[in-house]
């Protein structure tokens, strides 16, 4: 027999999944999110060690990183699409990326990275690529979300029109 506890625990298992589902769209962000927050601090940890007037760069990335990693938080709460923080900080950090791999072949390298010895600065510049890339694919992540295109919103959409 059906009691409405069961019932009521059921619609509530069912709210929290669909929850879920919204939040798990901007999987991808948030884990992204959480490798440029620790790289951005390693990196101005080393150059403040350093005593290099640059590390205000990764400084600067790791604070707005911060209220990049806010919104994904409330993401869980809020359903709206608009990701605010996260496409200018994305494009940021592709921009710093692309800064990187410019200095890369001038004297400029050794103020953005004094910690790199001669064979090490192939490995950073390998590592400034990959983070390029990570952001381009995380602007393209974030324009399917804005405009409602992405593929987790259509299973959720399924997911709605079944347990309706």
Not at 86 to 96: G, I
Request: hydrophobic fraction near 50%.
């Amino acid at each position: 027999m059906v009691t409405p506890d069961k019932i009521a625990l059921k619609k509530q298992k069912q709210a929290t999944s669909l929850n879920t589902l919204y939040f798990n769209r901007y999987l991808l962000i948030r884990y992204l999110s959480a490798f440029y927050v620790f790289s951005n601090m390693h990196w101005a940890f080393l150059l403040i060690g350093y005593h290099k007037i640059t590390a205000i760069i990764p400084l600067t990335l790791f604070i707005a990183s911060i209220f990049v990693v806010i919104e994904q938080v409330r993401k869980y709460w809020q359903r709206d699409s608009r990701l605010t923080y996260a496409k200018y900080f994305y494009f940021a950090q592709a921009l710093v990326n692309l800064l990187g791999i410019g200095s890369y072949f001038t004297v400029f390298f050794n103020e953005l990275f004094p910690f790199m010895s001669a064979s090490g600065s192939v490995v950073m510049l390998i590592y400034l690529i990959l983070g390029l890339l990570g952001c381009v694919l995380v602007e393209r992540r974030i324009s399917q979300i804005e405009s409602n295109q992405d593929r987790a919103l259509k299973i959720i959409r399924e997911y709605e029109s079944i347990i309706k």
